[in-house]
């Protein structure tokens, strides 16, 4: 099941790498300690902790092991390895000189990838939405647009952190990843049509998540005991190969294990261990071992419509950078340049092939409409999109859905369905925030606009690309709540499954069973800030230093 994984003694310190999993990895200790076993590891002469799994021994025992090399399993199992060793197992391969990762132009290209040992593995919602999850080290931070921004003050109180040592968790991240991103001339015009029509105040460069208009950071530099109920002891992984290997915790009584796998993967993991709904379960015969009718639950993914504004002039390649946080609670934000156009119309038809041939279902989009929307797209594409998108992203949301198993092979995507804009606060936000995109018509952003072409003619234009497989409507291009609901894409914020509070209690420990947390962006109710991955990169970093403390200071915490 896991391709790699990575080993840690106590007190480490390394060089700075821009991979996520790696930069928190290598950023404090020694290499000679670290190992990471990947089923495809790209060239990385600098660090020799980066092998094959299938040279991983057959059983290990570890202090920690984390059980997800992502967005939070990363500065977790960093943090934690400065006083305890710790195991990291990764399903995905290494990222290291994989060009479709390390370069913010082929942003698009990792996301689109469909060969089978790629870094995105994509899936269809049964809402008939387009996704993907990350399989790699680094996991969704490298796939990610880059932005870099905090998680609201109310979000951190909600939460029950404790907001010093937030703050001490962001810094640190901040020291190992994020950057204030150069300011050209697509993201400025749009920051400066943002301010002009009364996205206020200006806020300039900042993490904070305030209301108004901001440019935000990018993580894209500028160039034996006894037990009265259960308890998790080990984990077992497969390589590359089919090799099982087998990784217990030692004897103490502090030793963990810690699931960081994803919105998607750890609820997955968590039943496949038998650890769910019973009924569900034991209709896929999996043994129940607490039954947990909340794990895949509150599955939520922040709805994101868009409109593609084609320019006269060419335009630089930027992803997120700038950002509109309006009181309504709709978040504007904007690309360009980005190389997707082209491969669109093909990844479009394998997509339509891929739903038809997974569910044995007819695709909500007729051949009639799909072959529209190829005609549509091979009038436009070139190499590169001269232009760019505007997006709008609804805060929260307040509509949620439920992640269940499709089978018991971990390698296979579950069922997921987010139930977008199922709630009516939701749809109202998007509405907003797709009139708020009139910036198009601001001053500011004149000189990239087409003068012959309307906001309608660009909504006309969304409503026939094949960006979702949700049927249209014949009022899709006229009204703006019939535009939200059938050309809702996913921004890729999907969280909930193993919600706090209801799966994992305050310390994040699974609720019936000893000795397993789950710490990662399934435990959120709602998407923090406007960009979650500097938030989920800060749970990682303080609940490692918590874990720590409470192992190094016996009854404190």
Known sequence: MFRSFCHSEKGMKLSHFYCVLVQFLVSTWPSNHVKMYCDECFAAPYYTFVHEATSAPHVLYYDYIVIGGGTSGCPLAATLSQGASVLVLERGGSPYGNPKI????????????TSPNSASQQFISDDGVYN?????????????????T???VDFVRKAGWNPEFVDESYAWVENKVAFEPPMLQWQSAVRDGLIEVGVLPYNGFTYDHIHGTKVGGSIFDKYGIPWSRPRAYGVVF?????????????????????????????????????????NHLQAHGISVVVDQPMVGQGMADNPMNLLFIPSPLP????????VGITKFDSFIETASGLSFAYSWVHQFIRKYELHLNGTGQPSAMTAEAMYRAIETLNSLVT?????GVILEKVIGPVSTGELKLRTTNPHDNPSVKFNYFKEPEDLNRCVQGMRTIIVVNSRAFSEFRHKDMPVQALIDLMVNLPVNLRPRHFS???????????????IWHYHGGCQFRKVVDNDYKVLGVDKLRVIDGSTFIDSPGTNPQATVMMLGRYMGR???????VPGRK
């Open 238 to 278: 497969e390589d590359s190969s089919g090799l099982k290997h087998w990784a217990y915790l030692g004897r103490s009584s502090k030793n963990e294990i810690i699931i960081s796998a994803g919105a998607i993967g750890s609820p997955q993991l968590l039943m496949l261990s038998g650890i769910g709904p019973a």
């Open 546 to 552: 918590r874990i720590l403390y409470e192992r190094l």
């Open 383 to 387: 190499e590169t999109l001269q232009g």
């Open 476 to 490: 899709t291009a006229i009204s703006l709540e019939q535009f939200c609901t059938d050309t809702v894409m996913t």
């Open 315 to 322: 335009v630089e390649v930027s992803l997120i950078q700038v």
């Open 150 to 152: 905090h998680a609201s």
């Open 102 to 113: 390390m370069n913010v132009a082929n942003f698009s290209d990792s996301l689109s990838d």
């Open 132 to 148: 993907a999850r990350a399989r790699v080290l680094g996991g969704g931070s490298a796939l990610n647009a880059g932005f870099y």
